[in-house]
């Protein structure tokens, strides 16, 4: 039992590249979410999933987008990147949306820097 | 994160407590978590309190729930070099809401 799976740990990109990032859970979990974090800002809810095949903005979801195309898989596209965009990304994901069931669990993140 | 707030940083001496805290904004929460980071790691759950209770301890930790202030607290008996991390409080009334975390600092 892996819980949550992050790929890749580090990114480098040039301005204006595209890149995907991986997130996998093995919990047979409904919800998945990502988040940024930034220092002094905590975590910021970019995009959010509800289950397989259905996907929600969150906080800060301008630049982002997301597929949910299996259960147990949740991509975070970057079509364009930017500088704005150098932060560490998580992933998450729960069994529902409130009380125990909505309790998060957190991938180990990844680091993505854009030049 | 903005509407729950966390001071942002509590420096503390091996073997002595830790207070964390932590105020919230909808009286509706159901649950409150306390998530720990450790450099270069996801968060991870340390514990949570159900609204309708005061108080919840689980081995040397203990979380008070003033839900009339709207003041939640995260209590570390016996603070060890490896509690050093950065703390993040949670609340859940259909959506998380994040703090910005406390960085708790311990020294010999």
């Known amino acids: 039992n892996a819980g949550v799976t992050q790929t890749p740990k580090f990114r480098v990109l040039k301005t204006g590249q595209s890149m995907t990032l991986l997130c996998a859970q093995d919990m047979n979990h409904e919800y998945m979410y990502w988040y940024r974090q930034d220092p002094g800002m905590g975590l910021r809810l970019i995009h959010y999933?509800?289950?397989?095949?259905?996907?929600a903005k969150g906080e800060v979801p301008d630049g982002y987008n997301v597929s949910r195309l299996k259960k147990q898989n949740f991509l975070l596209g970057l079509e364009s990147a930017a500088p704005s965009q150098t932060s560490v990304y998580f992933c998450?994901?729960?069994?529902?949306?409130?009380?125990?069931?909505?309790?998060?669990?957190f991938g180990p993140g990844t680091r993505l820097t854009v030049l | 994160g903005e509407d729950v707030e966390q001071s942002l940083f509590l420096s503390v001496r091996e073997g002595d407590s830790s207070v964390i805290n932590c105020t919230y904004t909808?009286?509706?929460?159901?649950?409150l978590y306390w998530y720990k980071q450790e450099p270069g790691a996801g968060l991870q759950l340390l514990t949570y309190i159900f609204s309708n209770m005061d108080m919840k301890q689980d081995q040397r930790l203990t979380v008070l729930l003033n839900k009339k202030d709207k003041h939640l607290s995260l209590r570390i008996a016996d603070t060890q070099t490896g509690d050093s991390a950065i703390y993040f409080c949670a609340e859940t009334w259909g959506k998380f809401q994040f703090g910005a975390g406390t960085q708790v600092v311990v020294t010999p």
């Open positions: 909808d009286s509706s929460s159901t649950y």
């Open positions: 998450a994901s729960s069994y529902g949306s409130g009380g125990a069931q909505g309790t998060q669990y």
């Open positions: 999933s509800v289950g397989e095949g259905t996907t």
